[in-house]
């Protein structure tokens, strides 16, 4: 499905937003739209003049005239139309894209006498139990109570690794319309019919449910309220006219209204927020409303869990250092020989150190060695070598005791080695052969690289990052320096997010947090954007307004910049569209005045050919600029990490002072081959 994502305009998706524009010509729909509602009125009157020239009173202009502004219009309020489907469009094909995963799939329900009962997956409600075998497709969203499996979760993330799933903790909710890869699970339903995860998902995706967000509330309202304006200037106008003895054709009046009201933005608002939805959902990610979205691109705080987010949460090998009368190399080998067996990222990890400062082995070698696995009780592991030699590695207490034990000595500078890596955030683990102590592996929680410049990127943004973990003090400003983030929280709990977020809220800021337990929703619940990974609990999902279907916690990064990129996206096409208004006011008003008021020729700068050519230039150039500026819509403006001032002044200058030129130089050439084709 991932691929299908990036198909993002194919030819059948373009032949059903076409006949999509013609439906959306449905005055109910319009009018959802004032500043294009406007607009269509406009051409409905034009029709009207284009069938009797004389409807409103005597003319001076023929049928033709008319007819070409009514064509012209209609194809600006059809350009607006297509926009909108275009943009509708991808969110519909993605949504039958998920149709084809909520396929109606049957389930093995569990009855309370403990049969099994094959039932429609549509006939599932909440609290019903499903056994679901391997390579089964799972029927609706659940948690998992009994048993461990593999889940191929490809269908919704595009992702072709299986996840595994248990019971209990905060990997056991699963999905509908994922597939078991191995083993058996025993669900129970969390969702009555039409209510799942995937329901949901289709509806945002498709717009059905897709509400207006404040700024585009706000930004309509203001649309409307110049539309308004522009209106009765338009109205004060005829008695103005009549005054000067000047006739105002109605069509003229109607060309100079649509060319004055914000048509191009008009156009085009819709388009940009149901892209800004589209574009977050290419990434996997699900924003349940299109306010999320937005509110990512505002946040002024960032709260991220430290393990699993900033760093890899598995500890590594990072340095293995020996005691004072044992040399590296001895130590090394001897670290290499104790993980040989030890399958754990910890002991893979020292086995590639040792490789990486020289140490070779062969499996060959050690196939009659005895693996001694590790245990709470013991707090070690090792290898027990044919030869009898007893090689051993773990917790520094409890090699020291097992040393001890044995009639062996502890060096004297095992106990600073051991501290010197615990204050520094990490975990010494002693190694040990028979009786003798060689020396300390050092393990440390890896950040993840790449992080330290993506912070630094967020700060160029102005947004503080603030890491939050349960360990101490001294390891907490360890990681928090490795990795770049501003702010750390040690020893934190579940409150103390909650009481972050709201203390950077009460500030007047906007906080991100992203989470995966249930201990994370309420924090999730509080936060302005909150992301819960999908392998997460259902808690931490429901508490959320996005979900991160590929459950990585970094990709709140690449979140903020669409929800930044959204918003100046909006700005910048606002601003070329008030702007060219200026470049089709000199175009229209002198050509309307000027027979009356010569002195309105010094404002003719383009030098137009005639009154009429000059209405139908700046109209069509009025209805062509909204499909060119399509792909714009789509994609969106191009974010860079930059400061608030200096990103709007570069945007002013681009689009402000482009939405001016632009127009001036496109009426002028339309106005040439208007009036060199003498089509009026």
Same mark, same amino acid.
């Given at each position: ?176 319309? /994922? ?41 309509t309202t203001l649309l409307a309220v110049l ?341 100046? /996206? ?41 009154p009429e050519s000059a209405i139908l230039s ?6 062509i600029i909204i499909p060119l500026l399509i ?50």
């Amino acid at each position: 499905m991932a691929a299908e994502r990036k198909n993002t305009l194919s030819g059948e998706m373009v032949s059903r937003a076409f006949l999509d524009a013609f439906k959306k010509l449905n005055p109910m729909v319009m009018i959802k739209n004032p500043v294009m509602f406007v607009v269509e009125v406009g051409t409905l009157i034009t029709l009207l003049l284009s069938i009797q020239p004389d409807l409103f009173g005597a003319t001076n202009v023929g049928r033709g005239y008319n007819i070409a502004v009514f064509i012209i219009l209609l194809f600006t309020v059809l350009f607006a139309n297509f926009a909108e489907a275009i943009a509708e469009g991808r969110g519909k094909a993605q949504a039958d894209s998920l149709r084809k995963t909520k396929s109606d799939t049957t389930a093995r329900l569990i009855q309370k006498d403990g049969t099994y009962k094959q039932v429609s997956s549509t006939q599932l409600k909440k609290g019903d139990i499903v056994r679901i075998e391997v390579g089964e497709i799972i029927p609706t969203d659940g948690e998992i109570i009994q048993g461990l499996a593999s889940i191929d979760e490809s269908a919704i993330t595009g992702e072709s690794a299986p996840v595994i799933k248990e019971a209990g903790g905060d990997f056991s909710s699963v999905t509908g319309g /994922t597939r078991v890869a191995s083993d058996y699970i025993v669900v129970k339903v969390t969702t009555d019919p039409g209510e799942s995860f995937l329901d949901r998902m289709i509806a945002l995706v498709e717009g059905a449910k897709r509400q207006k967000t404040p700024n585009e509330i706000a930004l309509t309202t203001l649309l409307a309220v110049l539309t308004l304006i522009f209106l009765i200037v338009i109205m004060t106008m005829v008695p103005m006219a009549s005054y000067l003895s000047v006739q105002l054709e109605v069509a003229t009046l109607i060309a100079l209204l649509v060319c004055l009201i914000p048509t191009t933005i008009g156009g085009l608002l819709s388009a940009i927020g149901i892209a800004g939805m589209d574009r977050v959902t290419q990434f996997n990610v699900l924003a349940m409303s299109g306010k999320a979205v937005e509110a990512a691109g505002d946040i002024d705080t960032m709260i991220l869990d430290k393990t699993g987010t900033i760093t890899y949460g598995n500890r590594m090998a990072s340095e293995i250092i020996p005691v004072s009368d044992v040399t590296v190399t001895e130590v090394t080998f001897v670290a290499l020989q104790a993980s040989v067996k030890d399958e754990t990222p910890e002991g893979r990890s020292i086995v590639e150190l040792a490789n990486k400062q020289g140490e070779q082995w062969a499996a060959s070698e050690y196939e009659g060695a005895e693996a001694v696995e590790f245990t709470a009780e013991t707090r070690m592991s090792g290898l027990n070598l044919s030869s009898g030699t007893v090689i051993r590695k773990g917790a520094v207490d409890a090699i020291k005791k097992y040393v001890t034990a044995k009639g062996g000595n502890v060096p004297d500078d095992l106990e600073d080695i051991s501290n010197r890596i615990a204050k520094a955030g990490g975990t010494p683990l002693a190694v040990a052969v028979n009786n003798r102590i060689y020396g300390v592996i050092y393990l440390k929680d890896t950040v993840k690289p790449g992080l330290k410049e993506r912070f630094a990127e967020l700060r160029a943004m102005g947004i503080k990052t603030v890491m939050c973990t349960g360990d101490n003090p001294l390891t907490a400003a360890t990681i928090a320096r490795e990795a770049g983030v501003d702010e750390f929280i040690a020893e934190a709990k579940p409150e103390d997010k909650i009481a972050a977020i709201k203390k950077e809220q009460q500030e007047g800021k906007l906080v991100a947090m992203t989470g995966d337990g249930t201990n994370d929703a309420p924090a999730l619940a509080q936060a302005d954007v909150g992301m819960a990974m999908n392998s997460g609990t259902m808690a931490a999902k429901e508490a959320a307004n996005m979900i991160d279907l590929d459950s990585d916690p970094t990709k709140l990064l690449s979140v903020i910049s669409i929800g930044k990129q959204l918003l100046i /996206t909006r700005g910048a096409l606002t601003t070329f569209s008030i702007a060219n208004d200026i470049a089709k006011y000199f175009a229209i008003i002198p050509a309307m005045f000027i027979l009356a008021m010569p002195q309105l020729q010094a404002l003719n700068i383009m030098h137009l050919a005639s009154p009429e050519s000059a209405i139908l230039s700046a109209l069509i150039f009025n209805a062509i600029i909204i499909p060119l500026l399509i792909p714009i819509a789509m994609k969106g403006v191009k974010y860079r990490s930059m400061s608030a001032d200096r990103l709007l002044s570069r945007n002013v200058l681009i689009y402000g002072i482009g939405g001016v030129i632009v127009p001036f130089i496109a009426i002028k050439l339309i106005d040439m081959l208007i009036h060199g084709l003498n089509i009026v």
